[in-house]
């Protein structure tokens, strides 16, 4: 079942240490196929160099195990919110990876501030509020999706131009077109946190790039008019 | 004696050069049999790729050579206080990680800053007092170990939950549940510490998360409720 | 067609990763035949590891396709920009590696602060002004060559002596005697940028060397009285 | 000729690399015969994987080549100065390696500040002077050398207890008991100068260590009460 799909998630998920983007087993990517409405994601505390496609779990949205022997991701329920609300994604990676989650500890989000982060995301990548006891205590990990899906409507941010969040005092989530590329974007979040860090550190408070600056190098490769790449090339 | 023993912590010393957690011969790992009372540690100042079973050192909790024609590390008297006052804990390990030593050379703790830091360590990280005149001048490495207890006695803090300790001006310790698990608490302190500092330079004095998240995400994992990973799959 | 330059360029291109230089395709290295009056490019977006010599694409000085199946760097107009106005040049690169990076998102040049820099560049490496929003939206890529010339002929750099420059929230430039010697100058400038960055940090604003310490190593190296390496012999 | 010298001083050079220690050909390493006063030397701007026991160039203590077809190091003045002067010192190395160039370019000297510092450097690594013009344009490299020997002698420090210095606005020189100790130092040197200026940003101007652990740390591994090792194992 959904062999294909399975097959790329696991892939995606050896991206990750192929990467240096995990320690240990901190990090999962999952996959949706949005005809079926059922997700494939890493099952939850197996290290990397054990897994095999036959170890992806199958769960529908609402959580059931519908294929596998193992416990899903405990961050299953947070893919899930994101799935039902951007529709457009078919790929989702969690990581502790170091910058970002620097700036996460801090309740700090990473400034727009060279055509690096421009390249890939349209604007700050955000960051959630802090959670509350309540949020904390019943479905953390389904409210964690809701704070994230809050922040996106509250701050009227698209989630297709903005394919990253960081979740307050925990660390990111990125998303993307497929399992391979939202863990492409996890990889650039963490060089765009690194280099908004130093940069921050050099003139504090003062980094932002220009809008149209920012415009420029977004539509550059998104959209109609993109015309990086061998897109436009019959 | 003690085959298996000492085969674990071998394999757990070279854990240390794999996981880029030491330079040179600068960290020691041991491990202690509950029922016989008797330790087993690296040797003093031997290169880690020379190292075979048959070096490992074996002491009683006298600090006497039990087994082994080499000198047992300088730091054995240390980890040997530690093993009689952390009555559960099996193994550990030094090192002098350079984040971890940043924060001991700067004689603060660890603050717990978020969900990394919290699914391992209930809380900070402690750093000792600085030592006095006569603890370092006599029994030293005892005595290192003794601040150690102390800091827990005074702080309430409980070594089964914080299985890790900065050593003011020196270093960490850390230990665990076998002398692997210990080396895994290393990698994960030195990763936190990292992580805690970069956090601090983004917002100085201000980055502890909230108790109620350091509870959740430490209970996710220990304790008799623990979800996380396939410890409660039938 | 300008075989050896092709193989130069791909030879130099595929320098970047080995130096750990770029994320993805994030980066492009070109070459000139002075005599053709022909620049010999990597094509846009294609990954490393898959570049063929045969998938270089050779432009003319007004960006006319001359030779080649795919589409050239999009960063191609401001490397003609490079060619056509520092005549002495013969290779390009353009990086985003991650210090040279910090400090064009924080606007500031790198100040020579040791005989590393003066041992290559002959001064500070410039950053450019903000580009305006007229730059920005008509012929992007060439206004960034235009304002590049504009920094080295406003402040009096010889671009001979100072192979570098920072584009502005952009990234770096350097250039060189050939693509390889563009590389190994893109080398030293994001090790330059990361040792000046720290310095900052322990002394800000105070870390510019002498002007007769910078005179003598770049003397040292470069021009008619070198003494460095082996050129001097027999 | 000093055919044993020759391949210890080439296999201490081809440790630079290894340890991470040099970018290019940026860095260098000697070795002496205290009975012939020869120096041996790699030669200067000669890539690390090229390099062979036959290229190493034999100096005498006027710098005269005793043997050898290449140009010894340019900074061959500066390891002539250290071995007249420093009597017990076997062998030196250069290099610029990032974080001792960072303090050094910051003309700030390298605060003992812990024990991994004290285990090997008897105080903190202290920086030159700012040379003179004078000294710059006549002489230079000789001159660099007679600036480290007037801040061992005016700060009363014993080059065999620091065998480490920083060069203003250059870089480190460390020495020790042969050519291979000599790097050992200066991996040890980049170490320390690391976690002194994490230490440093998170306590600033306040991290120096009490004297009698440094005492402590010092002795225990050096002198005739060293206990640290299997030098006492009979």
Same mark, same amino acid.
């Given at each position: ?35 079926? #409405? ?25 959580? #059931? ?12 329920? =947070? ?24 700036? @996460? ?50 701050? #009227? ?19 993307? =077109?497929?399992?391979?590329? @939202? ?52």
């Amino acid at each position: 079942m959904l062999e294909d799909l399975k097959e790329q998630v696991l892939k995606a998920n050896l991206l990750l240490p192929e990467y240096h983007m995990v320690t240990f087993t901190w990090g999962n990517v999952s996959g949706i196929d949005r005809n079926k #409405n059922l997700v494939v994601i890493k099952p939850s505390g197996v290290d990397y160099n054990k897994m095999k496609t036959s170890d992806m779990v199958i769960v529908d949205l609402d959580g #059931n195990i519908v294929e596998g022997d193992l416990n899903p991701s405990s961050d299953t329920p =947070t893919h899930l919110v994101l799935y039902k609300n951007f529709s457009n994604i078919l790929g989702i990676v969690h990581t502790h990876s170091p910058w970002a989650v620097s700036f @996460a500890q801090a309740g700090l989000s990473i400034p727009a501030a060279g055509t690096t982060h421009a390249d890939y995301f349209y604007g700050d990548i955000p960051v959630t509020r802090p959670m509350t006891e309540n949020e904390i205590e019943k479905n953390y990990e389904k409210q964690t999706g809701d704070v994230i899906v809050e922040t996106f409507k509250q701050n #009227n941010i698209n989630p297709d131009e903005v394919p990253a969040v960081l979740v307050n005092d925990h660390g990111p989530f990125t998303w993307g =077109t497929s399992p391979k590329n @939202a863990v492409h974007n996890a990889v650039v979040l963490e060089q765009v946190a690194e280099m908004a860090y130093h940069s921050l550190q050099l003139k504090p408070h003062n980094i932002k790039m220009d809008q149209i600056l920012l415009d420029k190098h977004f539509r550059r490769k998104h959209g109609k008019n993109a015309y990086y790449g061998q897109k436009n090339k019959s």
